[in-house]
Each structure stands twice: as structure tokens, then as C-alpha cells.
């Protein structure tokens, strides 16, 4: 079980071309109302990030930034112009035939692919949320395929042929992961208490591969410690300093978060929904579910599929509906 994987997945993220910067000289380009995280790859020349607050970050070929909380942000050309941050003003630009966009004067001498990640609202288990306000990756000369996604990235952008938006779309993705791959094997300020920082415990690492593979065991904390062969103690005080919380309470949530995109994108009875992540009556997943989501199972269906918010917008490339749900082990079989 791929833990990282399995909360992209199932917290349907998924990330989108936003725009495709050719830049001269002297510009500065605002970026504000941003939904969901921001990222910014530069793939040729040089960039400068400002932040409301901070100093005027240097970005240089082969840097990717992601921004989680899409912070309102300045992209611009040069120190000084990025230093003005706050005045919420664009340059003069154009959008040319192929999508990108022309800012500043003279010739092109950066490039920047600007994308956005999004996840389904439905599931409160999530990744982007737990990272600091700015992760900021070097360009490096190799070794870890971030740079080597970079590369391929700039030739898509400064050669672009028929598909070249599926293909931006789907490096964006894969960028994503490459991303969290070098900042989790390098970033001193991993969080401690949370998802992303159980993952440096191999003990607690371990346990969340188990509680994820099969959610609907009647786990107990000594189950799970006999598993992943710790005594009980060990685990109960390992897992609470990793995330803050007992292996039940975390499973809990899991569970309800897989309910809950079960509720909203099938057919399926509550029955089976109960069954399915662990619950042998109807009436105690009930009481879980609107103890953690604040209404009953019946309403938040309807409400969900109200919303507009389906999994088939929200999982682009994640296999949906019940035999997408089948084959990643979260349907029963049929009786």
C-alpha cells in the first residue's frame, strides 16, 4: 500500500494548466483568487516570487514553487518590480492563439508554466493542507526525476504540438508527486504532528498501511500492533506523537471519509456503505457519520449530489463508481 498515493487518490487531487508565461523584460504579473494551490515551474530564464510580507524571493531556471493555500502572489521580472507586492496590479499582456501569455518587453527570456491543484471537498483527509505556506525546490542537476519532469516540461512549452495541453496536464500531476517526494526527503520543518510527518515513523508508516489496506477490519489498537509487530504501548505512544490522535480516531476519519464519496457517487445502500468501512448495523454507522460530518448519511447524500460536486469533476484520472471503488478493495462483493 502506497499511503501517499492512496490519500492523492482518493482526496481526488489533480492539477490544471492555469496559464503559459513568455516573458521580456520589466514585468510583473499578479496572481490573486487563486482556487485551490498555487505552483509555478520555471523551465528558462529567471523569475522573482513576492509574497505580501516577505522579501522578494529569486527564482531560477529548474525551480518549481508551490504556493498550498494559493497565497495572492507576484510573479515578475526583476527584484524591484516583485518588491511592490501589494498593489494587485498586472502588467499590460496578451494571450496568444496557443494559450500562453505575453508579458513585458522585448524578447522572451522566461518561461513559466503556472498550474493549480484542487481536491474533493468531501474528503477532510488531505495532503496540500499540511504543507508551510511556500515550498520552494531547487533546480538540480539530477538524481531525483523533479528535474528531469522540468525538462521535459520546458521542451513542451517552448515546442508546443498537437496535444500539448493533455500532456501539460498530466506532467503537472506527476510534478506534484516529485514535489513532495524531494521535500519530504530533505525539509527540516516537516511538520511533526501531523499526516506527512507520520511518514518519517516507520512504526506508525506501517500502521497506516494496514488501517488504509483493509478499513473495514475491526481493527484494535493491539490488532494493529500485532501486525506491524510492536507491543501495544509502543504504538498507542508513537502514533499519538506522529498525528496527534489514538489509531481509532484516525480511522474513524478515514472511514467516513470513504463513506462519504461513497454516499455521494453510488447507488449503493446504506447497508452496503456500513459494511464496507467496518460497521456491522446500519444504526451505529449512522450515529459515526453524523457525528463526523454533522448530518445523517441520507441527507448528506442528497445534499452532496445537490452540491455539484460529483466525484466524476473532482477524480479526473482516478477510476470512479463502484467498480472503480471495487477494484481498489473498497466494495464488498456481492452476497
Not at 518561461?111 to 520552494?136: K, M, N, R, S
Amino acid at each position: 500500500m502506497d499511503l501517499l498515493a492512496d490519500v492523492l487518490a482518493v482526496s481526488g487531487v489533480r492539477g490544471t494548466v492555469a496559464a503559459r508565461i513568455r516573458a521580456g523584460s520589466s514585468w510583473g504579473w499578479w496572481a490573486r483568487d487563486v482556487r485551490g494551490a498555487a505552483f509555478h515551474a520555471v523551465t528558462a530564464g529567471t523569475a522573482w516570487l513576492g509574497l505580501p510580507g516577505q522579501p522578494p524571493r529569486e527564482l531560477l531556471p529548474g525551480d518549481v514553487v508551490l504556493l498550498p493555500t494559493g497565497t495572492e502572489h507576484l510573479l515578475a521580472g526583476d527584484e524591484r518590480i516583485a518588491a511592490r507586492g501589494g498593489d494587485h496590479r498586472s502588467d499590460s499582456w496578451e494571450r496568444a492563439g496557443d494559450g500562453t501569455v505575453r508579458i513585458g518587453v522585448g524578447p522572451v527570456r522566461t518561461h513559466i508554466l503556472c498550474a493549480h491543484y484542487t481536491h474533493d471537498p468531501a474528503v477532510t483527509t488531505q495532503v496540500l493542507g499540511l504543507l508551510p505556506e511556500i515550498v520552494h525546490i531547487r533546480g538540480c542537476p539530477g538524481g531525483t526525476g523533479l528535474d528531469d519532469t522540468v525538462r521535459l516540461l520546458g521542451r513542451e512549452l517552448a515546442d508546443p504540438r498537437i496535444g500539448g495541453a493533455v500532456v501539460l496536464d498530466r506532467l503537472v500531476d506527476v510534478l506534484l508527486v516529485q514535489l513532495l517526494r524531494v521535500w519530504l526527503a530533505g525539509a527540516p520543518d516537516r511538520p511533526r504532528t501531523s499526516w506527512l510527518g507520520a511518514l518519517g515513523d516507520p512504526v506508525v508508516a506501517a500502521a497506516l498501511r494496514e488501517l488504509h489496506a483493509d478499513p473495514a477490519r475491526a481493527w484494535t489498537t493491539a490488532s494493529l500492533a500485532g501486525v506491524v509487530v510492536v507491543s501495544r504501548a509502543t504504538l498507542a505512544r508513537r502514533f499519538a506523537a506522529a498525528l496527534g490522535q489514538s489509531p481509532g480516531v484516525y480511522l474513524t476519519r478515514w472511514r467516513m471519509d470513504l463513506a462519504a464519496l461513497r454516499l455521494r457517487d453510488t447507488e449503493e445502500s446504506l447497508d452496503v456503505v456500513a459494511r464496507s468501512v467496518g460497521y456491522s448495523s446500519v444504526y451505529a454507522f449512522s450515529r459515526a457519520f453524523r457525528r463526523a460530518r454533522g448530518a445523517p448519511p441520507g441527507r448528506y447524500r442528497q445534499t452532496a449530489r445537490g452540491s455539484g460536486t460529483g466525484s466524476r469533476r473532482w477524480h479526473g484520472g482516478v477510476e470512479q463508481g463502484a467498480a472503480g471503488l471495487a477494484r481498489r478493495g473498497l466494495v464488498l462483493p456481492p452476497e
